[in-house]
């Protein structure tokens, strides 16, 4: 059985750090794309970042803009996790922010093309 299981979220005021992990069972990423996505109440999932990788152990990493210069996304292939640390947050980070996986390697930012989930970890920035 797959698993994804986020972990790091809370509470943080405004202009803080925290550092989201997602660690990953059942199957090897190593060669899948995976991602961050994010869902504030009352709106949406939308896509945060995500990885493909290169197929030399490294990989490309896509953000959207609003999270560009303040969000970086890591992959740690030995561990099979990924991580997301997040700098300057503001009240409009707050979400709860879910890691995704695919099973391809192909890049993707639609939620729709990402057939492995994690339950979410809540992140709230407080003004």
């Known amino acids: 059985q797959v698993q994804l299981v986020e972990s790091g979220g809370g509470l943080v005021q405004a202009g803080g750090s925290l550092s989201l992990s997602c660690a990953a069972s059942?199957?090897?990423?190593?060669?899948?794309?995976m991602g961050w996505f994010r869902q504030a109440p009352g709106k949406e999932r939308e896509f945060v970042g995500a990885t493909a990788p290169t197929g030399d152990n490294t990989y490309y990493v896509y953000y959207t803009d609003s999270v560009k210069g303040r969000f970086t996304i890591s992959r740690d292939y030995a561990k099979n996790a990924m991580s997301l640390e997040m700098n300057s947050l503001n009240t409009e980070d707050t979400a709860v922010y879910y890691c995704?996986?695919?099973?391809?390697?192909?890049?993707?930012?639609?939620?729709?093309?990402?057939?492995?989930w994690g339950q979410g970890t809540q992140v709230t920035v407080s003004s």
């Open positions: 995704a996986g695919r099973s391809t390697p192909i890049y993707s930012s639609s939620l729709y093309e990402y057939e492995y």
């Open positions: 059942g199957r090897t990423f190593s060669g899948s794309a």
